[in-house]
């Protein structure tokens, strides 16, 4: 099995705040660190991974931002990529009164899946860097790009939309480009799939559901599975029946008391969950909730040492 770095895409998806963006950055900082030209793309307006890394965002999506020297980050806007290409049919619309017109809501009507497939075509572009007949080599072009996909259900969307999509051509260069965005997800040697999760009903819920969709849809498995904001198991048995012994007279005592067995039970809990995924036969990879008011770089940098760790690319894994 081709080794998940050492592919050309890697899709990161999840339930909603579970942790896409930030394993996305951390596996970005450690594709670079191991020498990959790496990008990250975000889908939407907006980028977040520059700011996690203290640097400003540009005022525009699809600008790419260079972060390091072997990382940068831009992102996929879906309504602007359809609005690009239906401009570059031939309109002197500008894509900004495109975007506001009845014509591009009626085309979103239209044509299912065409926005996310003209984004997937976009991110293709961006994986491709080998010679190809007709096209010269493009010599900045990246080693590696990591998908921080929207929550699952739009992620989905995203990877099943070459079938989705029959609308808007079936011949032509978008016609062939859909048949290329599916050869690339559904290749184990050039795609991976990564879902974060956490350890709580819903998202464990939500993971197994995306499991099964990949199956159907691509015939695809699960890379790996992030058990994101894993929280640590302070207490043993015994430590506990030492802890509820411990006299509770004091107010202090007992707020203390209450604190510790909290956190164990929500530590049990979230274990019982985990547990779950890892019943499925799932490559299941803890990060630990880091306890620090915003992450930064340094933060991101260690969830990407964990990451390394756990994919097993260094000996002490
Ligand atoms: N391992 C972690 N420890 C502590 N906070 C985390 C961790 N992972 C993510 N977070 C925080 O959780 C919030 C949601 O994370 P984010 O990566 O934006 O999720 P998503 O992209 O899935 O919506 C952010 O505030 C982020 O800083
Ligand atoms: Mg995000």
Redesign the pocket.
Same mark, same amino acid.
């Given at each position: 099995m081709t080794p998940l770095l050492q592919r050309k895409l890697i899709v990161v998806t &999840?339930? &909603? &705040?579970?942790?896409?963006?930030? =394993?996305s950055g951390a596996l970005g900082l450690l594709a670079a660190r191991r020498g990959l030209r790496t990008l990250v793309v975000e889908v939407g307006e907006r980028q977040?991974i520059p700011a996690l890394l203290d640097i400003p965002e540009p005022s525009q999506a699809g600008i790419e931002v260079s972060l390091s020297d072997s990382l940068s980050s831009m992102s996929i806007d879906p309504d602007r990529a359809l609005a690009d290409w239906l401009r570059a049919l031939g309109g002197r619309v500008s894509s900004r009164v495109l975007l506001s017109s009845a014509t591009f809501q009626y085309f979103v009507a239209a044509a299912p899946g065409a926005r996310e497939v003209l984004s997937m075509v976009k991110v293709l572009e961006l994986t491709e860097n080998e010679d190809k007949p007709g096209r010269k080599r493009n010599r900045d072009a990246y080693d590696l790009v990591i998908l921080?996909a929207p929550?699952t259900g739009h992620a989905l969307a995203l990877l099943s939309s070459p079938r989705t999509f029959t609308g808007l051509a079936r011949v032509g260069p978008i016609a062939a480009q859909t048949r290329l965005v599916s050869d690339l997800l559904e290749d184990p040697e050039r795609s991976g799939y990564v879902a974060?999760a956490q350890g709580s009903e819903m998202a464990v819920a939500e993971t197994l559901e995306l499991r099964d969709r990949l199956r159907e849809e691509l015939d695809r498995e699960l890379d790996v599975v992030i058990a994101?904001?894993a929280l640590p198991r302070r207490f043993d048995e015994h430590e506990l029946s030492k802890v509820a012994k411990l006299g509770a007279e004091h107010p202090a005592t007992r707020s203390a008391i209450a604190a510790a067995n909290a956190v164990h039970v929500r530590a049990r809990m979230q274990n019982n969950q985990i547990a779950r995924l890892r019943r499925q036969q799932l490559h299941v990879l803890r990060?630990?909730?880091?306890?620090?008011p915003?992450?930064d770089a340094t933060?991101l940098q260690s =969830?990407a040492s964990r990451l390394e760790r756990g994919l097993g690319l260094t000996e002490s894994a």
């Open positions: &999840g339930k &909603g &705040g579970v942790g896409k963006t930030t =394993i977040h921080d929550a974060v994101n904001g990060v630990p909730f880091l306890f620090m915003g992450l933060a =969830i």
